[in-house]
C-alpha cells in the first residue's frame, strides 16, 4: 500500500537521521576499478519506485530494474508481496559500469540520498518487512565493501540511530510488472511520486551534482 506525506515531512525526516550530510563520508574500501564495463548489484530500500529513480539518474548506471529479492518465484508477485509475508523486499538491480561509477559510489548514494538505514521494516510512511533496509550481495567482495561502510559510518555516528540495514547473499532477483518499472518518470505527477520520491532527486542533485546524468 502507497501512502502519501507532505514533501516537507519526508525531506526532514530522511536528513534527521545524519547528523551532517554535506560530510557524508565516501567509502575506505571500494573495489579497484574493473577492466568489465558492466556489472550488477542488487538494493532494498523502500518503495522501488524511488530507489529505482534515484539509481536510474547515475553516470555509469545502465539500467535500473525495480523488482523483488529475498523470496521464491512463485511469490515474486507484487500483490502477493505487498502482504509482507512472502520473505521478499521490493528490491531494484542496478546494472552499472565500474569504470565510470564504484559499487563503494553506489553505497554511499544508497546511505546518503536513498533511503533511512535506520528504519526497521519500514521506509517513510510504508511499513512491512517488504520495505526493509537490505544490500543483496552477488559476491565476496560485494559483501566486504558493504560491510565495511556500515562500520565505517557506524564509527564515524554518521546517523543519530543504529543501522538496520541487512547484508545478504543474492539468491535470485525477479522483475516486477512492467508497470513498476521506470515508475517515477512515467508519472512524475503521481502524489506518492511527488511526496515520497521527487524530494529524494532533488536531494541527489544538490548533494552528488557530478554524479548526475541527468
Not at 552499472?96 to 517513510?124: A, C, M, W
Request: glycine share 6%; aromatic share 12%.
Amino acid at each position: 500500500m502507497r501512502l502519501y506525506l507532505p514533501a516537507s515531512f519526508l525531506i526532514s525526516s530522511a536528513l534527521s537521521a545524519v547528523l551532517s550530510a554535506a560530510s557524508f563520508p565516501a567509502p575506505a574500501v571500494d573495489p579497484p576499478a574493473a577492466d568489465t564495463h558492466s556489472a550488477t548489484a542488487v538494493f532494498a530500500g523502500g518503495c522501488f519506485w524511488g530507489v529505482e529513480g534515484v539509481f536510474e539518474r547515475l553516470k555509469g548506471v545502465t539500467n535500473a530494474v525495480s523488482g523483488f529479492s529475498g523470496g521464491s518465484a512463485y511469490t515474486a508477485h507484487y500483490e502477493v508481496v505487498s502482504s509482507g509475508t512472502t520473505g521478499h523486499a521490493e528490491s531494484v538491480q542496478v546494472t552499472y559500469d565500474p569504470s565510470k561509477i564504484s559499487y563503494g559510489k553506489l553505497l554511499e548514494v544508497f546511505f546518503s540520498v536513498v533511503h533511512d538505514p535506520t528504519e526497521l521494516n519500514r521506509q517513510g510512511p510504508d511499513e512491512g518487512t517488504q520495505y526493509r533496509s537490505a544490500i543483496f550481495y552477488s559476491n565476496d567482495e560485494q559483501k566486504r565493501v558493504a560491510e565495511a561502510y556500515i562500520h565505517q559510518l557506524t564509527e564515524a555516528k554518521v546517523f543519530r540511530r543504529p543501522i538496520v540495514t541487512q547484508v545478504v547473499p543474492l539468491k535470485a532477483f525477479y522483475a516486477a510488472e512492467g508497470y513498476h518499472q521506470h515508475f517515477l518518470d512515467h508519472n512524475p505527477n503521481n502524489p506518492y511520486i511527488v511526496y515520497n520520491d521527487l524530494p529524494k532527486v532533488k536531494h541527489l542533485e544538490q548533494q552528488y551534482p557530478e554524479l548526475c546524468a541527468r
